[in-house]
């Protein structure tokens, strides 16, 4: 896995508490840390950016269900190289 985030364009985001606790209750933190730097970056950047904490909470909810899915990236078809 390529840890690498000096390539990202957007600014890089800190992983919240809650998220890393979420990710880590669901057993799905090892999944998180495979896909690419700019898709975590991209999701961290999507749920915090929410105003709403329902809006959070559901954005947080479809990346678990996304990374459980493992072929999922934003409702979009992803395969993983």
């Known amino acids: 896995m390529a840890d690498d985030l000096s390539n990202l364009q957007r600014p890089i985001q800190p992983m ?42 559901r954005r947080l909810a479809q990346m678990l269900d996304e990374l459980r899915r493992g072929d999922v990236y934003m409702k979009m078809e992803w395969h993983p190289r």
């Open 16 to 57: 919240p508490d809650v998220i890393r606790t979420a990710l880590e209750d669901a057993g799905l933190f090892d999944e998180y840390l495979k896909r690419p730097p700019y898709q975590r970056n991209d999701y961290l950047s999507w749920i915090t950016r929410a105003k709403r904490q329902d809006t959070q909470d």
